[in-house]
């Protein structure tokens, strides 16, 4: 298995920011091939040391890097991370890992 992390930074307009998040970039993503599952944080982030500066993390999961790296490529991809500029203003951040169960 291998995930796709993005962690957005908190935006100046969180309202604006849900709204295109879930009527516009969700349906987007969904599209990437080879997506397997789709989540999101709920509520507030935290820290050890208290509120982090995070607004949301989203965690795609695929069979594999290959997967991920295909996806990202693709037209759906491209598509996705086009329109980050559109409501990410906070700033964004994707790590991609492949993962074991222990």
């Known amino acids: 298995m291998?995930?796709?992390l993005v962690l957005y930074k908190?935006?100046?307009?969180?309202a604006a920011f849900d709204e295109h998040y879930r009527s516009?970039?969700?349906p987007l993503a969904k599209k990437l091939p080879r997506l397997k599952k789709y989540e999101i944080s709920k509520g507030?982030?935290?820290?050890?040391?208290?509120?982090?500066d995070l607004?949301?993390?989203?965690?795609?999961?695929?069979?594999?890097m290959a997967d991920i790296q295909d996806a990202l490529a693709s037209p759906e991809g491209q598509a996705a991370a086009g329109?980050?500029?559109?409501?990410a203003d906070g700033g964004v951040a994707l790590y991609f890992f492949e993962t074991e169960d222990v």
């Open 83 to 87: 329109d980050l500029a559109n409501f």
């Open 10 to 14: 908190t935006p100046k307009d969180t």
């Open 55 to 64: 607004y949301l993390v989203a965690t795609l999961h695929f069979d594999s």
């Open 24 to 26: 516009t970039h969700i």
């Open 2 to 4: 291998a995930k796709l």
């Open 44 to 52: 507030g982030i935290s820290a050890p040391a208290g509120k982090a």
